[in-house]
């Protein structure tokens, strides 16, 4: 008790330079209340609980867990790249590359979906970065350029509004893990509490997770949950479904 | 350095190998009858010393399969990928073109990684707007039957397509490795085995709508039962498709199964359609 109160104090009086600009843009990018959609989607939770795959709290942070990996193995490199270098070029590209690298149907539109309705918000909201708007713009002027897949749109808000890449990889951790649990609430998998409990429980092994797969070239993209891949291709054949993907 | 080169040109009409050569540890050989007369394929076997790739083996073949001809990469049995030495790695790289009109078929049977194995494969595949092509890629938990299962220490596959001027139509990479937060095994639930069909091109239309119909039949009936009967356990036989590329020309279907053997069952039966243009159905 002792240590953990001299601790916290310590940390506490720590003169820690903030931009209070960037902090209020953070908070509000991560925050749930922003209008993006993502509480459509379950992330193929919806499939492995229909598919029997997913039955009970133990298996929810098992599916959260592996879905947290795929998470960072295969998206994590795409925010990255989009964070240090956040120009018109560079997310076009990368948006291709990654339209053709989320091969399944489930997944890419969910994709899309969640990174059109990110973009318009963002350039509505975000209006000290006037590039936002004009990116948005000029791509939606010649369609098929951009998919607006959802990594590189974050990437690129979180590099125009001058997050780290560091944090902007973290946070794309945290937001798939706070949609996942979201998704799990409402499919009766866990209540409430019980949903904090375990967002908090699972955050340092998220911390591994990115620690591992941060700051790679896309090149590194890649699948380590193939399992999990082939589940969520099923959720076209629910009979009845709650989410899109 | 190259291991391995096959081209297949049209000769007085018929696909035909027009130059091949492979060296230690690969064999490729072409068995001149494989199906009827009439149907203008080409077979190619691919063979390892050994019966299977051993630590620090790297394997790089090159195909070209030109204008309007057929031609099938097979292999005799599972490639078995034996324990490694030390830190080394095996690696297979393919590399194919595919010419217009032209159909290439990689139907390999599953490799199977031994315990503590490392293995990378990659294959790169570039077509134009009217080739065809269907790759098989397959892989096992590893001796199953003997207790290893997910025991291998790396897997890793690339499967990459790429139309004219370098643009990636389907860009795919699985890694599986036991340096993680998470066991290979506990990734895998009860299943042994994981496989992905890819299905590319206007010559193969057919075989796409009946395999998309077939599984979207099956999982549904599956997905369907009352949860009152449903076990506890995971299905058996799990597969989805997805339609990728430009004008939706490609599909894929990823599949996890507990046994081989389902997995054959499913190939044979979902690539039948295939037998007119190869002379012989795949996995008969």
Known sequence: ?245 | METGKVVVEKVRGKSTVTRSFSKYPLKLIFPRKVGPSETDAVWIYTLTYGGGIVSGDSISVEFTIGDGCTAVLTTQSSTKVYKSLGSKSSDQVLEARIGSGALFVVIPDPVTCFSTARYSQKQVFRVVSDSSLVIVDWFTSGRHASGEKWDFELYRSTNHIFVEGNQPVFLDTVVLEQDSPVSIAERMHDYQVIAMVIIYGPKLKHVQDQVQENVKRLMSQQLHIPSSAKTNSDPAFIASCSVFGPKGMGVVIRIASTTTESVYKFLHHQLAGMQPLLGVSPYS
Request: proline residues 5%; negative net charge; aromatic residues 8%.
């Open chain 1, 1 to 245: 008790m002792e240590h953990d109160w001299a601790e916290t104090e310590k940390k506490r009086k720590r003169d820690v330079p903030v931009d209070s600009t960037l902090q209020w843009s953070q908070w509000q990018l991560l925050d749930s209340i922003l209008p993006t959609g993502g509480f459509a989607h379950s992330f193929g939770l919806e499939a492995a609980i229909q598919s029997r795959l997913v039955s009970g709290p133990e298996d929810l942070k098992t599916f959260i867990i592996h879905l947290l990996e795929n998470t960072g193995s295969l998206l994590l490199p795409f925010v990255y790249s989009t964070t240090t270098d956040p120009t018109l070029e560079k997310w076009q590209e990368l948006d291709r590359i990654l339209n053709a690298t989320l091969t399944n149907e489930v997944g890419r539109k969910a994709s899309v979906s969640q990174g059109s309705s990110l973009m318009r918000v963002a350039a509505s909201v975000f209006t000290e970065v006037p590039s936002l708007k004009s990116m948005r713009d000029v791509s939606i002027a010649s369609p098929g350029v951009v998919s607006f897949h959802h990594a590189p749109v974050f990437g690129l808000i979180c590099g125009l509004i001058g997050m780290d890449s560091g944090t902007s990889q973290r946070a794309y951790m945290f937001m798939t893990m706070r949609d996942v649990i979201s998704a799990a609430t409402r499919l009766n998998l866990v209540g409430p509490m019980g949903a904090a409990v375990l967002q908090h429980q699972i955050a340092p092994l998220a911390e591994d997770l990115f620690k591992k797969w941060m700051n790679r070239p896309v090149e590194d993209a890649c699948q380590t949950a193939p399992l999990l891949d082939t589940i969520q291709g099923c959720h076209g054949y629910l009979f009845s479904r709650l989410f899109c993907s």
